[in-house]
């Protein structure tokens, strides 16, 4: 669920109080973003979402009962709309930063973020459709990626113009912005990344070029 208007609702899910304290100073401060919930907890995470759906979720990765791995993958994998998941880390080459995005994470953020960096992240992902921070995302494939075939099957089913649409998706331009490069209509593009998750058996674009890292159809490096 991305934010319709002009308001981002927000939840906060983090098990260090003083951490979702600072967090909610900081989006309050902006006339647009209001924090609808927090949660100390990835179980908890999980049951604010599904109660008060918001747009976007700061997550933090290392929580007691569930992570917020496991928390972010349920919170995905429920019926009807979905938020974006935006993981909080301390260090940009955690591996559970990796297992969030391959679950469907909409990018990352690192906790010594300053606070405009902060607002700036969560209006990106709430307002538009590319991801963030996807040159540290290759960092991230190269080093915790799986074993790879010498070909993902799904490759030779993508046309030309598909294969382009995953390889500019994959360095964070939006539909918007990979229709100018390409020069063909925002539907146009719209149309080739439903057929991208359809071909490579994803849920979303995030998933999608997770599948290209790892599958060696693009290249981390």
């Given at each position: ?66 992570d917020g ?27 559970y930063v ?90 146009t593009v ?32």
């Open positions: 669920m991305t934010a319709t208007g002009t308001e981002i609702r927000v939840v906060l899910a983090d098990d260090e109080r003083m951490v979702r304290t600072a967090l909610r100073v900081i989006l309050e401060a902006e006339a647009d973003l209001t924090v609808v919930g927090e949660a100390a907890t990835g179980a908890e995470a999980v049951s604010v979402v599904r109660a008060v759906r918001p747009d976007v979720v700061l997550m933090d990765v290392r929580m007691p009962e569930i791995i496991r928390a972010t993958e349920q919170i995905l994998g429920s019926p009807g709309p979905s938020p974006r998941v935006v993981v909080v880390t301390t260090f940009e080459n955690d591996s990796y297992e969030a995005l391959r679950v469907g994470a909409s990018g990352f953020l690192l906790k010594r973020a300053g606070a405009e960096d902060l607002v700036q992240a969560v209006r990106l992902v709430a307002r538009s459709d590319s991801l963030l921070f996807p040159a540290a995302l290759r960092g991230l494939a190269a080093e915790y990626a799986r074993s790879r075939p010498p070909e993902p099957r799904w490759a030779s089913r993508l046309t030309e113009r598909e294969a382009a649409v995953l390889r500019l998706m994959a360095t964070g331009l939006t539909n918007a912005e990979i229709a100018e490069r390409l020069g063909v209509g925002p539907a719209k149309s080739h990344v439903a057929s991208v998750l359809a071909k490579t058996g994803v849920r979303d674009r995030t998933q999608a070029v997770i599948a290209a890292y790892e599958s060696g159809f693009i290249s981390p490096r």
